[in-house]
């Protein structure tokens, strides 16, 4: 199996350039079809992969000698191989999504989305699988620059090549720190794949036995500040509200399910296979990074959902939060902690896929995706309400969703953390039960709002394009068929028995330094027999029920109140200004920030 | 923000990514130190694989996965840029005005085309041997075709260039690699292996796959190259908005 | 002084942000990204120099030749490459961004606020 691994990266790759050489040749659904089994193959592949011994695939069979390689290894280990298979799922879902309705210029060159959308999963596969630092890199831009192009898909209007100019400059910078990064652990080890490199900053410890020096914490810091970026933790996270808002739905379910979560992936890759040994960063620095990001990533986030109307945006928030938590619990840097947060990563992206979905329907009915507009429209689409209303209450963690299951293996790690993960969830689910309220029930005001209780700045909705070309009158089966079933997948996740013992195993595999490190260079992986593991406890059911409850019912307080405004957040809303320089000084200031807490 | 905080927070940013830096410079080895270990197991490798410049050993063989990202971003680039800068709704095309250009441009203009075309395809095909390669050369190939539009004018460019064709290529292109890499999976070693016979030293067809790799990369950045340009070509040239016309009305 | 190839790495870096943070015009503002990402080259190619050595390429030098890294120089290779299509990609939103904003001033653009 180990050989074929290339291929989850390849085979979208190969329906790409099949897509652009013939596609304004054949019918779309052909070219619709051919992107779908491109996706599902690569899915499959994964999958298969999944129920196969961890295996590596040395490119070029340019396997190591003595533990070096001159060669690119790519490592089919459980975590990165079960987010290439959410990736590729969740591809196959958003090209049903967008079949047939979902208008896709430029007309005459037929192909041309889906060949994006399967360079990004691509990208974000090939991102997921590598166990090289360069290689990464280059995964890493790949999924950038068709993440810029992607965000600015509707050139017709002024916000989407706004949005993308800024996700495109932000991102690019951080790859680029990055990049710089790489460049000063090559000079210290002279490797670049990640066991490699690793092993040579511990055999140099060694050495000399003292830990990471200056140059190891500041390559830690600029690599980390790329993946920090495309998690969007605060602040670096600017970019993302303005990418997530003016983004076409499909590809918002991309962004929001699974591209950020690469950020948290992906620092937390390199740090256990880089820097986690004696030769790297102490552990205490990485977690103080880490969790104060975590904690007020996900406080901002929250504070900054609640207060949207824009429902794309205030769905970009609640990512900015959940995004926040995950690097709350990756922080813990204990497999437990990566365990809950692996499996709150794969309900999050079912539930928030799924509320993107229904956003997506009702822009495409309504041309608008303003709250306040859109007061009681929904009132005709029962289904459609009670999907949304589902995906708010998956983001509040209710049980068995396996947002809830995430949430409880994480906060049983530490006493304080059901406090932050609860406040966060029933603030973000909250507001999205809001939304459903107003929108769905017509509860509460009717609102021509915009004149009233708003201070400072805001970013309504209202007056856009609906993405099927005209308005449809009815939610199209597909669209909502694909919602249900994301949502499906979030309650799977959570009721599924066997999954979390699973995840635990492979979450200990992955938090294992020196077993990566054998497993790529000597051949021998680490055995990591499956023990016993935390599955649904009393109190984390309890917590989740809470921080459901407290969503439902935040939601009917604010339901009928004019006014979304926390009072005394106008300066951080401020700060969101949509503006290039303000957001790359806050990116160089998070450089600065990121090096003082690693240091300390 | 306002532009003065904007500036402090930029101040701060700068001054603790410098200080950072600076740190880490003092530890790195001492510039055209001679521990170059990576180096050293490539240009061996590339030695065995006989392919003479170790640069291209490296990106066609050693990491051909990284140049297969590479010209996958090139390729995804391209196509990202065909679709923003289409031909929106309420936008029309127009026949661009004709430009008179000096006769002893054009005459340069038209020796210089074949040789640019030369050079380029020269560049490609001795990747393996000497500096240059698929990047260097698709380059170099595709400012050829552009010396029409600087030399002649721009119908003369779109004549020469059937742009159907030339996005057939990018695809052909970057298929053509993918499908070189599974080459060798098919002959039973890993994907991208390097599985041909390697021929002579220094020779065109030494390296194996490597001039094969170079190729398909020259065929997708030469095409790659001139789709992008066309596109912004004829936002430059081509493409006005019914806004505009409004304004000079 | 052998620090001082390493040094003006991270300058033009720093100089680099500091044009896109205060740039009033998108066009240079990518130039400056440009600039950026340049620092990464001078950083490779520093990192991969050796004292006395040639370009490692042996069509005309014997195997036997002492040569600089061509590891660092494939990646500088590959990042050259991603460096110019991502300018190419947002010079193409900036295309767009003068046509739908009627300005390509990051200051006068408005619409993505709060």
């Not at chain 1, 209780?453 to 805001?458: A, V």
């Not at chain 1, 009072?567 to 450089?591: F, K, Q």
């Not at chain 2, 490597?210 to 001139?226: D, Y």
Request: aromatic share 8%.
């Amino acid at each position: 199996m180990g050989r074929l691994l290339p291929l989850i990266v390849v085979v979208p790759l190969l329906g790409a350039a099949l897509l652009v050489a013939g596609g304004r040749h054949v019918p779309r659904p052909v070219a619709e079809a051919v992107a779908g089994l491109a996706a599902a193959a690569s899915a499959g592949l994964a999958a298969v992969a999944l129920t196969r011994p961890p295996a590596v695939s040395w490119l070029g069979a340019w396997g190591p000698r003595d533990g070096h390689s001159v060669g690119i290894v790519l490592v089919g280990d459980r975590i990165g191989l079960g987010l290439a298979a959410l990736t590729s799922l969740l591809v196959v879902a958003v090209l049903a999504y967008s079949w047939h309705y979902f208008d896709e210029p430029p007309h005459g060159h037929g192909g041309a989305f889906p060949a994006l959308v399967l360079l990004f999963q691509a990208g974000m596969c090939g991102f997921a699988l590598t166990g090289d630092l360069f290689d990464a890199f280059v995964f890493f831009e790949l999924m950038g620059v068709v993440g810029y192009a992607l965000t600015g898909y509707r050139v017709e209007e002024a916000r989407p090549v706004q949005g993308a100019l800024v996700f495109g400059f932000v991102n690019s910078l951080g790859g680029y720190a990055a990049l710089l990064g790489i460049g000063l652990l090559y000079a210290r080890t002279g490797e670049l794949g990640m066991a490699q490199t690793g092993r040579a900053l511990d055999e140099s410890a060694g050495a000399s036995g003292r830990g990471g020096d200056a140059l190891v914490v500041a390559a830690f810091v600029l690599i980390l500040t790329a993946l920090l970026v495309k998690a969007a933790a605060v602040p670096f996270h600017f970019w993302l509200p303005d990418a997530h808002a003016v983004a076409p739905t499909p590809v918002c379910m991309l962004l929001s399910g699974v591209m950020v979560e690469m950020g948290g992936y992906g620092a937390a890759r390199v740090y256990t296979t880089v820097f986690a040994g004696p030769g790297g960063v102490p552990a205490a620095g990485a977690r103080r990074t880490l969790l104060v990001l975590g904690v007020v990533s996900a406080l901002a986030g929250a504070l900054m959902c609640w207060q949207q109307r824009h429902v794309k945006r205030l769905l970009a928030f609640s990512t900015v939060a959940h995004t926040g938590l995950f690097l709350t619990g990756i922080a813990l840097l204990t497999p437990h902690g990566i365990a809950g947060t692996a499996l709150y990563v794969l309900g999050h992206a079912g539930a928030k896929a799924a509320l993107f979905a229904c956003t997506g329907i009702l822009l495409d009915r309504h041309g608008s995706v303003d709250e306040c507009e859109l007061h009681g429209k929904g009132r005709d689409t029962a289904g459609t309400g009670l999907l949304f209303a589902a995906g708010g209450l998956a983001l509040a963690g209710l049980p068995p969703f396996g947002t809830s299951l995430g949430k409880a293996l994480v906060e049983e790690q530490s006493p304080w953390l059901p406090a932050l993960f609860v406040l966060v969830s029933a603030v973000t689910g909250g507001a999205v039960l809001r939304v459903a309220a107003r929108v769905f029930l017509g509860a509460g005001q009717a609102g021509r709002d915009g004149e009233e209780g708003s201070e400072g700045p805001e970013t309504a909705g209202g007056e856009e394009e609906p993405e099927t070309g005209r308005r449809v009158r009815r939610p199209p089966v597909p669209m909502v068929t694909v919602a249900a079933l994301l949502l499906a997948g979030a309650l799977a996740v959570g009721t599924v028995p066997g999954l979390t013992g699973a995840v635990t195993t492979a979450a200990e595999a992955f938090a294992d330094h020196g077993g990566y490190a054998a497993a790529v260079l000597d051949g021998r992986p680490a055995v990591h027999p499956a023990g016993a593991y935390d599955w649904w406890t009393w109190t984390g059911a309890g917590l989740g029920l809470l921080s459901a409850a407290l969503a439902v019912g935040l939601a009917a307080l604010s339901v009928g109140r004019r006014s979304r405004a926390v009072p005394g957040s106008a300066p951080l809303r401020r700060l969101h200004s949509g503006h290039v320089g303000d957001y790359v000084a806050w990116t160089v200031a998070g450089i600065g920030l990121v090096s003082l807490l690693a240091l300390w | 923000m306002t532009r003065r905080v904007r500036l402090w927070v930029l101040a701060a940013g700068l001054l603790a990514t410098a200080a950072l830096y600076a740190a880490a410079c003092t530890q790195l080895p001492g510039f055209g130190g001679s521990w170059h270990p990576y180096g050293d197991r490539a240009v061996r490798a590339a030695l065995q694989q006989r392919t003479a410049n170790t640069v291209s050993s490296v990106n066609f063989d050693l990491r051909a996965f990284d140049t297969l990202g590479e010209e996958s971003v090139l390729f995804a680039s391209v196509l990202g840029t065909v679709v923003l800068l289409r031909r929106t709704r309420d936008e029309k095309r127009v026949a661009p005005e004709p430009v008179r250009v000096p006769a002893a441009l054009r005459r340069y203009g038209r020796l210089m085309l074949p040789v640019t075309l030369l050079i380029g395809l020269y560049v490609i095909a001795h990747g393996q041997l000497s500096p240059g390669g698929g990047f260097q050369g698709g380059v170099v190939a595709a400012t050829s075709l552009h010396l029409l539009y600087i030399a002649v004018d721009y119908p003369a460019l779109e004549r020469f260039r059937p742009l159907g064709l030339y996005e057939l290529a990018d695809g052909a292109g970057e298929a053509a690699y993918v499908l070189l890499g599974a080459a060798g999976l098919i002959a039973g070693s890993a994907y991208l292996a390097n599985v041909l016979p390697l021929g002579t030293f220094n020779t065109l067809s030494s390296g194996g796959t490597v001039p094969l790799l170079n190729a398909a990369v020259g065929i997708e950045v030469t095409s790659a190259v001139v789709v992008l340009l066309a596109h912004f070509l004829a936002q430059a040239l081509e493409i006005e908005g019914e806004r505009e016309e409004d304004r000079s009305a | 002084m052998s620090l001082l190839p390493y040094l003006i790495a991270g300058w033009i870096f720093l100089a680099g942000v500091y044009g896109i943070a205060t740039s009033r015009n998108l066009i240079h503002a990518v130039g400056c990204l440009a600039v950026t990402q340049s620092s990464t080259y001078v950083l490779l190619l520093s990192v991969g120099y050796r004292k006395g050595a040639t370009a490692p390429v042996f069509s005309d030098a014997p195997t036997s030749a002492t040569v600089v890294d061509p590891v660092v120089q494939a990646l500088a290779l590959t990042d050259v490459v991603v460096g110019a299509t991502v300018t190419a990609l947002l010079l193409a939103l900036v295309v767009q961004t003068a046509k739908r904003h009627g300005t390509i001033d990051p200051d006068e653009l408005s619409g993505l606020k709060g």
